[in-house]
């Protein structure tokens, strides 16, 4: 069995100020952020509607980092293009969200960005095992996407069914929606290494006090970290 992988924690800036997403996005990176999640809906896909491109490039000069763009849209392909100008370094796109998920993943790698697939909890792991090759992350929803807050809903069978089918491809597992300090060791004993996490780090702190940032943002890598034997 190969080691496991660093764990990275993406903040989810739906939870953010929505007034203030610059100092917002400093204050994660500056505690302990690994990536910055941005949550993009359309309100046909999913039930809200949250940010375009043109937010993605206001952004874009705050996000020291990596930029995690995760695209809860339908159609995908006629947005990849501007998503990938705005700066996106990650465009995940939904394997429900359109017939053609071969060909959205080769758009937006040919658009300059990291490609991932992302699969709704009802969706189960076999439906990404033939684009692997194509992409750089594979997204596991542990909510019905459309809302921030939601309650975790138990995916570690497909979690590990994902990481399973990756093998030793240089790939990762994200695993979006209700992670805490609770549910993190379960989701990164199955495999994943990349935890979106929202509500969990944001809660408590601003950007005028982000202390509490890093603590929320600590206490899910240190969980997931003790679970995997990473843990210093």
Do not use: C
Not at 81 to 106: K, N, S, W
């Amino acid at each position: 069995m190969s080691a496991p992988r660093p764990i990275r924690i993406a903040p989810s800036i739906l939870s953010a100020d929505f007034a203030d997403f610059g100092r917002e996005i400093r204050a994660i990176e500056d505690q302990g952020a690994d990536w910055v999640h941005v949550d993009v809906m359309d309100g046909h896909f999913v039930p809200n509607i949250t940010f375009g491109p043109p937010a993605v490039a206001a952004f874009r000069p705050h996000v020291k980092t990596v930029m995690d763009v995760h695209l809860m849209i339908a159609p995908v392909d006629p947005y990849i293009e501007a998503f990938a100008r705005a700066g996106a370094d990650i465009i995940t796109a939904h394997v429900e969200a359109g017939p053609h998920i071969h060909r959205t993943l080769q758009a937006i790698r040919a658009a300059g960005a990291r490609p991932g697939v992302a699969l709704n909890p009802g969706t189960p792991a076999a439906a990404v095992a033939d684009v692997l090759d194509l992409v750089d992350l594979v997204l596991v929803m542990s909510v019905n996407p459309g809302f921030g807050g939601q309650k975790f809903i138990d995916v570690t069978d497909k979690i590990r069914a994902v990481r399973a089918l990756i093998g030793d491809r240089p790939v990762h597992v994200e695993v979006d929606g209700g992670v805490t300090p609770e549910t993190a060791p379960q989701v990164a004993r199955a495999g994943a290494d990349v935890l979106v996490a929202g509500s969990a780090v944001f809660r408590g702190g601003s950007a005028d006090d982000p202390a509490p940032y890093g603590t929320n943002i600590r206490a899910i890598r240190q969980a997931a970290e003790f679970a995997t034997g990473q843990a210093v």
